[in-house]
């Protein structure tokens, strides 16, 4: 089976405009797989940060009446004047962030994520983080 980082490597490749992706621990916002398209673009830096946007989504989710009342997060976008940042749940300890610039296709990016979804898993459950 291939790894965690071959398979994001792979989604990144199909994601037209991506300058950069990763995946997350949301405890600890260390990334466990990383691929970016321009150098000054640091995705770790990125992963750690938002790992923390996820965790005060989460709060506030609760605050709202929890899953029964409002749901469960499928993702979370956030828009630059240069990017757009989507932030997308992988169970519950873990999340898969991309970044695209403003030319790219967010309805596309959030359909090749979900493609994704379940290899993610299964190799996140090969390392042995779920």
Avoid: W
Wanted: one cysteine or more; aromatic letters at 6%; proline letters at 3%.
């Amino acid at each position: 089976m291939p790894n965690l980082q071959e398979i994001l490597k792979k989604c990144a490749e199909e994601i037209p405009e991506l300058v950069g992706t990763a995946i997350a621990s949301i405890d600890s916002g260390l990334a466990l797989a990383s691929f970016s398209t321009n150098p000054q673009f640091d995705v770790t830096v990125g992963s750690a940060t938002y790992a923390e946007v996820l965790k005060e989504n989460n709060k506030a989710l609760e605050l709202l009446g929890g899953p029964e009342v409002v749901g469960e997060t499928e993702d979370i976008l956030i828009t630059t004047d240069k990017i757009y940042l989507l932030l997308r749940h992988l169970g519950s300890r873990h999340y898969h962030g991309v970044a695209i610039s403003r030319q790219g296709n967010l309805g596309l990016a959030r359909v090749i994520m979900k493609k994704y979804e379940v290899s993610f898993l299964e190799a996140l459950k090969d390392l042995g983080e779920i």
